[in-house]
């Protein structure tokens, strides 16, 4: 049988950044759904190696997917402006990268993804062999059972996807194979990696789906855009 789990672990640490950030943090609200951090940072021009972060307090986040895909589809204009004016900026990649960190912090602390878990409705993951070795073992089946039974090929990349969505082990919202799940599942939104500036896209086309990516690029806008000098 297949063991319930939470759908967030704290334990669940990325390390190929080296950034101590983990996916689908098991964060409640605490504070309802205001931000308020003391977290001041500097404005435009940190010191090397500090966040780009401004002095202003945080929006209300938007938590509510039919408003965000909504407000993603209104800004989709604005979104791509800033990913073009992002690629084409003269501020540091580790600074960015920095304040993409820290926002995606504070953001996922916020945000319930027990009571989303539209990734896994909405996203196909691709699997690696690994994962699918991994897998199958975990459900006592063969590789070529669980691939017969599970798995599709990845029409636009190497590697496996799951037939159908949502995810076939998604149940009430909760992972129900947390602690063997996809790497791919693990890195989603994929805000902990560095070099967020060659990795601009993938956010872009996330702030439909992910309230943590659509609430962190928000604010990325008004600290990195909004206030650029003109
Ligand atoms: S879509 Fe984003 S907020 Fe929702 S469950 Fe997935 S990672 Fe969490
Ligand atoms: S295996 Fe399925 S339910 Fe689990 S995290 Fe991945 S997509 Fe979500």
């Known amino acids: 049988m297949l ?3 939470a759908f967030n672990a704290d334990s669940d640490l990325e390390s190929d950044s080296g950034h101590p950030l983990n996916l689908h943090f098991r964060n409640k609200k605490k504070n309802g759904n205001s931000l308020t951090s003391g977290s001041t940072g500097s404005p435009i021009n940190p010191a090397p190696g500090e966040p780009y972060r401004s002095a202003f307090r945080y929006m209300r986040l938007e938590t509510d997917i039919k408003r965000i895909q909504q407000l993603a589809q209104q800004r989709e204009e604005a979104n791509w402006a800033f990913r073009c004016f992002l690629k084409g900026s003269d501020l540091s990649i580790r600074g960015i990268d920095f304040t993409v960190h820290d926002l995606y912090r504070e953001v996922s602390r916020e945000i319930d993804c027990t009571n989303c878990a539209n990734c896994c409705k909405t996203v196909h993951p691709v699997l690696k062999p690994a994962d699918v070795r991994r897998l199958a073992k975990h459900l006592e089946l ?5 691939r017969s039974r599970f798995l599709a090929d990845n029409p636009e990349r190497e590697g496996s996807v799951f037939r159908n969505l949502p995810c076939p082990f998604l149940q009430d919202n ?13 890195s989603y939104p994929h805000l902990y990696k560095r070099d967020f500036v060659f990795r601009i896209s993938q956010a ?27």
Do not use: G
Not at 142 to 146: I, L, Q, Y
Not at 174 to 186: A, F
Not at 204 to 227: A, D, T
């Open 174 to 186: 909760l992972c129900t194979v947390y602690d063997h799940r996809p790497s791919d599942c693990r």
């Open 204 to 230: 872009f086309s996330n702030c439909s789906v992910c309230p943590i990516v659509f609430n962190v690029y928000e604010q990325l806008k008004r600290e990195l855009w909004r206030q650029r000098p003109r």
């Open 142 to 146: 063969s590789v070529n059972e669980f």
């Open 3 to 5: 063991a319930t789990k």
